[in-house]
């Protein structure tokens, strides 16, 4: 009777135990992200590592080749050095405007990003540094003011609305045409410098930005969202608000577009546009699926409002790419689908300003450039 009892005893025991271990196994099988904290650093190594680094990376690279196609262009002045001059520099800025969403942090204290492109230029100092006697090298164009250097002076350089031979006499037959030379090589020079100190100047940062993990004003997520922000509003006042006349009673102003001469204006939103998106969702040019702010919002139970910017961003797409033209072209002639662009990245600006900056508990403080 006690074997009989034992064994019923043992029985019950070790049935226990396997009921015991089938809840802890369906548990784990049944386990989701919602369970899991979300890893804020892990975002932020991806945000540096897949999209920051490489783009500071490449833009070093690519002004190094700007720089030499423009001494190649200073020794030999002509129409085909030229061009190939023209579409380096449109290679610089495309992927200076996703790199440019990051000024952030100690970045920003920098300064460098005016030292990089300063919009717009002045056209006047430039032409004035052109006609004195300062001697034109890189080291002067260091101690000038950031107005008539960088990526937007050599754009006035190397383009015209009167075409590429206005653009070689001036480097020809212009009486400075080498004092001309000497100034774009000068700033290409400087140019690559920049770049090679932001590179830097972000490598020495990086482990600062990845464990700035905290919810406040200095935390790397609250200072990417607010560049973020502040990225959307320049895009709605600056890039195309006051072209269509927002500030001046509605007198159309199309010279105000960013690289109106180039006319580049439409590719640097389309990049603003792409760094954005990435930054959004952590998927980068790598190919590979990361953790991004969606990813955040989700976790936090608001998959709702992740779709709804993940929306409107498709729309901010589309209504860029409905206008088949030079965005200079479009605004003189045709200003609704500039509108309508202008209203979905207003449509973005509140859904990433009110929305999901409440929700995730950030805090906005960057609002000089206000697009509401």
């Known amino acids: 009777m ?12 070790l049935t226990s135990l396997f009921i015991i271990s089938l809840f802890i196994s369906c548990d784990k099988d049944s386990d989701d992200t919602s369970n899991t904290p979300f890893d804020i650093k892990e975002q932020l190594t991806n945000i540096y590592v897949n999209g920051i680094f490489p783009l500071a990376e490449n833009f070093e690279k690519e002004t190094v080749l700007l720089s030499n196609l423009i001494n190649q262009f200073s020794e030999e002045t002509t129409e085909g050095n030229l061009k190939s001059v023209q579409q380096q520099w449109k290679e610089v800025q495309l992927i200076w405007k996703q790199l440019e969403l990051y000024d952030i942090g100690d970045i920003a204290n920098s300064f460098i990003a005016f030292e990089i492109n300063r919009w ?5 100092r430039i032409e ?9 090298n890189e080291e002067y164009i260091a101690s000038i003011g950031s107005s008539s250097k960088g990526i937007a002076a050599i754009e006035y350089l190397i383009f015209s609305l009167d075409g590429n031979t206005s653009v070689l006499n001036k480097f020809t037959t212009d009486q400075n045409a080498t004092r001309r030379k000497e100034y774009v090589n000068a700033l290409s020079e400087n140019l690559k410098a920049k ?4 590179k830097n100047l972000w490598e020495k940062n990086e482990e600062k930005f990845v464990n700035a993990i905290g919810n406040g004003i200095n935390g790397s997520q609250n200072q990417v969202v607010n560049a973020m922000v502040t990225l959307m509003e320049e895009i709605i006042k600056s890039k195309l608000g006051s072209p ?8 159309i102003e199309s010279k105000r577009l960013e ?18 998106k990435q930054c959004f969702t952590g998927d980068f040019d790598n190919g590979s699926s990361q953790l991004g702010f969606d990813d955040f919002l989700i976790y936090r139970e608001h998959k709702t409002l992740s779709d ?9 797409q589309d209504r860029l790419t409905a206008i088949s033209g030079l965005l200079r072209d479009e605004i003189s002639i045709n200003q609704e689908p500039v509108v309508a662009l202008k209203d979905s990245f207003r449509d973005l600006l509140v859904l990433v300003k009110v929305d999901m900056s409440n929700l995730l508990g950030f805090t906005i403080t960057f609002n ?5």
């Open 259 to 276: 690289a109106y001469t180039s006319g580049f204006s439409k590719n640097i939103i389309d990049q603003h546009l792409k760094a954005l």
């Open 368 to 372: 000089d450039s206000d697009g509401d």
């Open 2 to 13: 006690n074997y009989s009892k034992h064994k019923l005893y043992t029985i019950l025991i």
């Open 120 to 124: 717009p230029t002045d056209v006047l």
């Open 308 to 316: 709804k910017i993940l929306v409107q961003i498709s729309v901010c």
């Open 244 to 251: 269509l006349g927002d500030a001046n009673g509605g007198t």
């Open 195 to 198: 770049s090679l100190e932001l």
């Open 128 to 136: 004035e540094n052109i006609v004195g006697s300062q001697i034109l």
